[in-house]
């Protein structure tokens, strides 16, 4: 058993076994579409479990300029084959480099997943938070009355990311994670899940005030996420105007049913969701890891 670190004669190994295992794992980036974009850097560090001649496990994970400012990494995929602990240990061992300029990392575990969730907590991570996700498996035409003085319109490229940066930061205002940028919001029109017109902007006179976000799940699926009102102008249902422009949006777009998650301690924004036919179909748990309480170990 030892662990090797990833490089381009070994990159499709990674990938198949990313294939391989995704059904039991939170798959959020390591997808079809994030896989064939993934490239070997010091952005992605990756390691690889060998046992013969086999890759029975592997830890990736994010480190971006996004994630380097809120100085918490983001772990792509920590799986072994073995489910055994050492397997873990072995992998976890190779990442321990970067606390030097990281606070902290996270990665998200199926709430059925004991065997991960056991390992984790021999591990020292704590768990931070739990997730809901949602569905809704019957979108249909949606009737939007926008209020006076408000108008609802798709982002232009090379000229709202500041807007959309604008309203995102300022909804998010407080917690412990990082800013959007100019250079992040730009690249959205390069991710495989992107729509045209997906980005929808919400404006008071010329002012951005709220924003949502529509990606492609699956040819079934819409994603609706980064929905969000700037503070000021929260508690006005603004949330589900926005909602409602989402959905309204799929429909226009084939979808048949819609997908979101939702931070299960937000009561509100869950209350929002589940009034508009969403259903909650599974949890995932949010674990961290803190590298300074632990760097003794």
Not at 269 to 295: D, M, P, Q, R
Request: one cysteine or more.
């Amino acid at each position: 058993m030892k662990v090797i670190p990833l490089n381009q004669e070994n990159l499709e190994s990674f990938k198949n076994y990313c294939r391989t295992f995704r059904d039991e794992l939170d798959e959020s980036f390591i997808s079809d579409g994030e896989l064939s974009k993934f490239r070997v850097s010091d952005d992605n560090p990756t390691f690889l479990l060998i046992i013969g001649d086999e890759v029975k496990g592997v830890l990736s994970v994010m480190i971006s300029d996004y994630y380097k400012r809120g100085k918490t990494a983001r772990i792509r995929i920590f799986h072994s084959s073995t489910n055994e602990f050492v397997a873990y240990r072995l992998l976890f061992n190779e990442i321990q480099h970067i606390k030097q300029d990281f606070n902290e990392m996270y990665l998200f575990a199926k709430e059925d997943d004991m065997i991960l969730q056991n390992i984790l907590k021999q591990l020292n991570f704590n768990i931070e938070r739990y997730t809901y996700v949602l569905e809704c498996d019957e979108i249909k035409q949606t009737m939007i009355e926008v209020p006076c003085g408000f108008q609802l319109r798709p982002n232009v490229f090379n000229q709202d990311e500041e807007d959309w940066c604008n309203v995102r930061n300022d909804a998010f205002k407080g917690q412990q994670i990082s800013d959007f940028t100019l250079e992040l919001v730009a690249k959205y029109k390069e991710n495989d899940d992107y729509l045209e017109g997906g980005m929808i902007l919400l404006y008071h006179h010329k002012s951005p005030v709220g924003q949502v976000m529509i990606t492609k799940e699956d040819d079934t699926y819409s994603y609706i996420g980064q929905l969000a009102v700037k503070k000021e102008f929260q508690k006005q249902g603004l949330g589900r105007l926005l909602l409602k422009a989402a959905m309204q949006f799929s429909f226009e777009q084939n979808f048949t049913k819609s997908v979101l998650v939702v931070n299960a301690e937000n009561e509100k924004a869950l209350s929002l969701y589940l009034s508009e036919g969403f259903i909650k179909t599974s949890c995932v748990i949010c674990y961290k890891y803190f590298f300074n309480k632990f760097e003794s170990d």
